[in-house]
């Protein structure tokens, strides 16, 4: 029989807050995957960004994390990691990925070391698990359709991180209501070389649970019980998070990429 | 203000509770109303429906889900009686016994006040509530609405699904709160109903400000299959689900075929 391969799904993003929507992603995309026959989910790693990466309203990385953690205690194959939030400054997408990619092969090596030295040392023959920990694990990038739209925005992205997401990693994309993005790929050359590479899947529940319309929320009283874990409406309590304040901050500054991007080709408007 | 969903609940989900959520939200922020109590009475066995599993369950799934909410509660007085109850009569028999007993349980009640600092209270906030401790005389009495989305409102339609005498009295002597899912239109059909037109001011319609369509019969098929409803539904339901093993092919089987009650009893 021939043996699934590891995946592990790598989701980054604002999370600000996190919600159930989320954690949706993980658990669609894991359903999928499995369906196929081919993949054995092992891990989802949330990873939250920068707070370097200046969008409007992002809240400190502190509490980011800190929310993910609560929220996530209930799961116990998705985990959030500082990782991301914990650089100097904002880190290119595939930077992140290729950070969790030499993570994983760096457990796996030393699994398999130790796999190695037990049957030597037990004098076992080679037992059915261990076919498991032979095959290479897969990270792949877990998204949303709008995400694979953000491809287009003018100096977002650089063409040849767009082609190592797609070829070396790859993408599991869920689709939202009123997202083609079948279609969407078809209009992209690179996309459509990968497309063997990008999971779409279909999100069979209308879940739109928009992380901005939660602070929008939370802003002017409302309630947002059953949308977002209990845990983590007590922790914006308590620490007082989203407010008309915390929604003005980077207001009309540039996302940190195109900031960049200006810097490159206007070096000397410091 | 009291708040009374009628329906399956098969199993309960999250944007049922929603459902009580935006209500609660929307009758506030109107400065009429003080919600005090949200009810959730799952329908009777013998209503008939397709897939419809033992009100046990439904109510043990809905306690479950509810642990977490103050305020709403789960009634299991329609699921035992002995046949399927109008749904006019379940409101009916809901409003007596409520004064009666919210006399007496008022010491427990916490009664929201007006913030010093700001105009209206915040809806559900423990830290603004008063406890009172002795007998309190309801110099309002309190108003009991039925909580539902709006492709109920369109079940009037149904030829034979409701009594018109009945109808008029759910939206006059009661009245309704409407939420609306995506791609329903309440108002237009309030205007093409000439009962609900008359009504109108006794029907609050409030916009689902998020998409969150979970519907039960979906969340069935992904049970089914094996397929996560993690977030969609309280962990303690799931497990509940699991433990019992509720849905399955067979469960989705029940009554099919068969005609709803209230057609039968046309």
Redesign the interface.
Known sequence: MKSRIPLILLACGSFNPIT??H??LF??A??HLHQTGRYQVIEGIMSPVNDDYGKKGLVSARHRIAMAKLALK??DWIRVDPWESEQKTWTETVKVLRHHYNESLALFQSKKELMKNKQLTERRTEDPLSHQHSVLPELKLLCGADFLQTFKTPNLWKEEHIKEIVDKFGLVCISR?GSDPAQYINESGLLTTYQHNIFLVKE???????AT?IRY?LCR???V???VP?SVISYIAHHNIYTEESERKNEGDLLQPLKLHNKMVNPLND
């Open positions: 159930n929507m954690m949706r658990e669609l894991r359903d209930t799961s209501a069979w529940i209308q879940n739109e649970i928009s319309q929320a009283g409302l309630s019980k059953y949308l209990d």
